[in-house]
């Protein structure tokens, strides 16, 4: 029998599995504590479970979907790992050390339909959707790391490879795991999901009950220009994009972030800047402004300086609230799809 992991569960799902087994109701929030708060990484070490309940847990399930592939940090405590999976597929993911904050970024895909110019992702083509497991999974694998030394992953954001708004449903499953107050118990406050602007699901992402954080990736503020960045952007227009945030703005409260990724000569000049504005003024929005982080075969440039000061500034007189997010790890490569592209072009 082929092992499912473990993390796909639900706890719901657990407690399924367990009443199937005949064992008592208590069970569930004894094995979902292993797993999910104390980080137990096999059955066997589950001291308080009677020993046939172990062995029958470690005969249906594993607990770690990963092998590491490749592993890189910086000096600054930025961590990278490529991890592969059973059938080969592999993904990235980043913890991003601050002074009081840890942050995991995790994929959702293997690989990205969408298909970004400047994304080493999205050039890389689609291979297939993480499972809910596979998403959290990643999460845990830094929790470990961080538990070590004492530590524990203070935000989660949904930023690697993959859109996750095309892998809708395990992408949320993997959110509520984490976001569960019974185990690894990460405020929905302190979890991010940014998306392309796949427009159905943000108007679904809405209505969740769990209010998770929202950031859309803009990058251009018409449509010509936008189209030729996202390919996506055909079936979306900005127009529908933005109804969608005021969707999520309206029914949460709360405030969505705008992702805009720097590209010199392209997107960058003070007449994008005063479109952006006009686009969002009087929002409850705030805009990322993210320079180009460089990998080779993209053919793009991030702004200089000058320009990504004088691009931010011209935003903030026109009234938005706006910050520039310079890549942690640019020298561990820590962008989007950059360590698993340049393992593989290397072998
Ligand atoms: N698919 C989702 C989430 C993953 S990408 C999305 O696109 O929003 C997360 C962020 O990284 C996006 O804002 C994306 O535009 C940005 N990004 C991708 N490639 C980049 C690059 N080479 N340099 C800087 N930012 C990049
Ligand atoms: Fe996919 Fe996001 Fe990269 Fe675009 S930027 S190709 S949506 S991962």
Not at 40 to 46: K, L, Q, T
Not at 160 to 174: Q, R
Request: hydrophobic letters at 40%.
């Amino acid at each position: 029998m082929e092992k499912r992991l473990f993390l796909d569960l639900s706890y719901e799902e657990l407690a399924e599995e367990l009443k199937a087994l005949g064992e008592p109701a208590y069970r569930t929030q004894q094995v979902w504590e292993w797993v999910w708060r104390k980080l137990c990484p096999d059955f066997s070490a589950m001291t308080n479970l009677p020993l046939s309940l172990r062995e029958e847990l470690s005969r249906r399930f594993s607990l770690d979907p990963f092998t590491v592939l490749a592993k890189e940090c910086d000096e600054e405590g930025t961590e990278k790992v490529l991890l592969s999976l059973p059938d080969g597929a592999s993904v990235e993911a980043v913890l991003i050390r601050e002074e009081d904050r840890n942050t995991v970024c995790i994929s959702t895909q293997v690989g990205c339909p969408v298909g970004c110019s400047f994304c080493a992702t999205g050039q890389m083509g689609f291979v297939r959707n993480l499972t809910a497991g596979e998403i959290a999974g990643q999460v845990l694998y830094f929790a470990k790391v961080l538990e070590a030394q004492g530590k524990r992953v203070t935000h989660v954001v949904v930023m690697g490879m993959g859109e996750p708004f095309l892998n809708y449903e395990a992408t949320l499953k993997a959110l509520n795991n984490l976001n569960d107050k019974r185990g690894f118990n990460l405020g929905a406050r302190r979890i991010t999901v940014s998306t392309i602007g796949v427009v159905p699901a943000i108007l679904r992402f809405a209505q969740e009950e769990k209010q998770y954080n929202l950031a859309i990736s803009l990058h251009a503020p018409e449509d010509e220009l936008r189209r030729k960045l996202v390919p996506l952007a055909e079936r979306w227009p900005i127009s529908q994009v933005l109804s969608a945030a005021e969707a999520y703005i309206l029914a949460t409260g709360r405030r969505v972030t705008f992702e805009y990724v720097l590209l010199c000569g392209v997107n960058d000049a003070l007449k994008h800047a005063r479109a952006l504005a006009a686009l969002l003024r009087g929002k409850l929005v705030h805009v990322n402004l993210i320079p180009f982080n460089p990998a080779p075969g993209l053919p793009f440039f991030p702004p200089d300086e000058g320009q990504i000061e004088l691009f931010r500034r011209e935003l903030l007189a026109h009234g938005i609230d706006v910050t520039v997010r310079r890549s942690r790890g640019i020298k561990i490569q820590a962008g989007c799809g950059q360590l698993r592209s340049r393992v593989f072009r290397e072998k």
